[in-house]
């Protein structure tokens, strides 16, 4: 699996963090930065980048973090296609993938702590979509960009 990985500055370290520590269990991961922590990075340019490189697949899915998680994770939402979820512990992030069929895990460095958030990546990439009665559920997500206008779809 090909995995994007985007942050502001607040998070640049944890980004590093979880980057090598992915790349030590196998996945192909690559860097859309934030790459300097003293240098503003406005979250949503990051959000952004990421979610459309998935959407071109150009990576499978994501990991972005900004100070909270949040504002980032907005940002990625409002691509067609994108299903984000900020996770602050590894039960969600295993479940937004079995039940929610997310393709971007968000966290903020300023929330978790670098042993908690490797638990949480883990869980997220270990999980696998269930699809049946979920899968109507996330269609019903689809539906509603489809109601006001994606061009995506088209
Ligand atoms: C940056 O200070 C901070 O606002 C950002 O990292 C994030 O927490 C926004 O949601």
Redesign the pocket.
């Known amino acids: 699996m090909k995995i994007g990985f985007g942050c ?4 640049v370290s944890l980004k590093n963090t979880l980057m090598e520590h992915l790349k030590s269990q196998g996945y192909e991961c690559v860097d859309y930065g934030s790459y300097d922590p003293n240098v503003k990075t406005n ?1 949503p340019e990051k959000g952004l980048e990421v979610a459309e490189a998935i959407m071109r697949g150009d990576v499978d899915k994501g990991v972005l973090i ?7 994770s907005l940002a990625a939402n409002k691509v067609p296609g994108i299903r984000a979820a900020v996770c602050s512990e590894p039960y969600t992030a295993e479940y937004t993938v079995r039940h929610n069929n997310a393709n971007i895990i968000a966290m ?1 460095a ?1 929330v978790v702590g670098d042993e908690l958030a490797k638990k949480i990546v883990d869980a997220f990439f270990s999980a696998e979509f269930e699809g049946g009665r979920h899968a109507m559920r996330v269609d019903m997500i689809t539906d509603i960009e489809k109601k006001y206008g994606a061009a995506w779809h088209e």
Request: hydrophobic share 30%; charged share 15%.
């Open positions: 502001d500055h607040a998070a979250y900004c100070g909270t998680g949040v504002g980032i903020g300023r």
